[in-house]
């Protein structure tokens, strides 16, 4: 603890002066996007913080669409009773490479790369300043009324930049089409006198794409990447202070509780870009992503901030849904989980949830899972609330980033393991055909060796488990649950591990 007090001491980061500010504010008001980040490459330090504003500019330039092509015949919106005046498709895109406002190819390239070199600098609780974040509904539409109001950006691209600020979340930036390409086009102003000066406007461009928008955009996928790195940086920091490995600023991407009170669970839009990014076969990073971002979700579950049996019923329906044929996304997304007792908790709660769903009990009824309703769950308690500071009823309706330093270690999710007359009960019960038969074995066998692990961590020799090993109970529950057609090699792999 004290190491991270002196830590935090030694990275003390200070705002942007006015000047340093004005520095940049000049180029990307000139439409000198490179000069501009050139020059906040130049100013990044670790005691230095770059303004939300211009890291929000920032992810707008990094997720600006390229042209397209010569050769591309698309046609931009026809309006016979709009203003603008009629471009054709090929003056159109020699206009927009020569509009100075418009950001270029290499922009977008270096406001990644930058945004990339912040992480390696600066906090994650700076940067995410510029992202949305998840909130119920009065506290959004709280934000688009403060946001009307302030709305006096006179730079272009500070203007275009607030739709980031308008989003719901993280997830709604990276879908494709949320940042549009825009045509510049010129029109006379119905001003009276004899010289009218034609003013230079922008419209958004049609993409003449009108199927189901992609979870994550074409132009989308680095500002993914750098969305992990931000993550996966904020764990390290989490957890060096001593503090269960989770990413508070991934918090802020999962909806508040409906009753805006106790732990999250609502993870849905998330889970799309996992199973999207999963489902990139032929982009190995891509996929990676997936994999990643699907683990961090998985450590921020097995703190209190989650709550776990909600979030496992929640993904054992999104994944129920989805085919089975041809991927097996039970088995895909416990494969994408690295060896962790986060992982194993977490695999044995979706699996037990998975066998309870397809158990039939011995006398061939179908039971019925009772309803499940949310335990209590011991919350961290804000520093403003525990100083007995009042007036904030709404202090614990998100969890912001900046909140790490506040996060005590009793954060760990200590959800029970089932005991292991369960675990065997559930092995051996007749399944029901509502699941392929490959699954349902994969699935069983997961249950079994995970439940094998985290019981490998108990110190107690005499425990029930160890009882069941020694008696032979386990190995007979093995070769009662793999005794069907494509179990040997389950039933096989299980002793060998297990026994």
Known sequence: MASALLRNSQNVEREMSTYQLSLVDTCFEEGQYASGIAVLEQLRSPHLTPSE??????????????????NDKGKEKENSN???EPVTPSKHIKQSQKSPLIPTVQASEAAIRLLKSFVLTNRPASLARALPECVGVSQWNERLRKIAEEDDEDCFIAREAICIKEARSVWAILREGKIQR???VSFEPQAKGKKKQRVVGFAEEDSGEHDVPAVVGEHAWPLLYWFLLLVERDEDLVEEDGSPRHSPILLSQIPPSRTNTGARWEADALLDVVVYCLEQYDYPQRKAAGARLWTALINLASTTHINLELFVTSVHGRLSSLPSIPTDWFSLMLSALPPSERSARFKI????????????????????????????????MRAARRQGTDGDVNSEDSIMPSAVADIPVSLVNAYPLPKPEEVLKLLSEAANNSHPQDQLLKMKFDFLTSYAFMQGKQPNDNSEWSQMLHDGRVKQA??????????????????????
């Not at 979706?350 to 039939?360: D, H, I, R, W």
Request: glycine share 6%.
């Open 53 to 70: 504003s211009h890291v929000r500019q920032l992810l707008y330039i990094a997720l600006y669409p390229p042209p397209k092509p010569a």
């Open 478 to 499: 093995i070769d009662q649950a793999f005794s069907g057609q494509g179990g040997t090699a389950y039933a096989t792999l299980s002793r060998a591990v297990i026994l």
């Open 82 to 84: 709009s203003p603008w």
């Open 182 to 184: 825009k045509v510049p």
């Open 349 to 380: 709660a979706l699996c037990k949830e998975y066998l309870t769903s397809s158990a039939t009990p011995m006398d061939g009824s179908l039971g019925l899972r009772p309803a499940i309703r949310p335990k209590p769950q011991a919350r961290a």
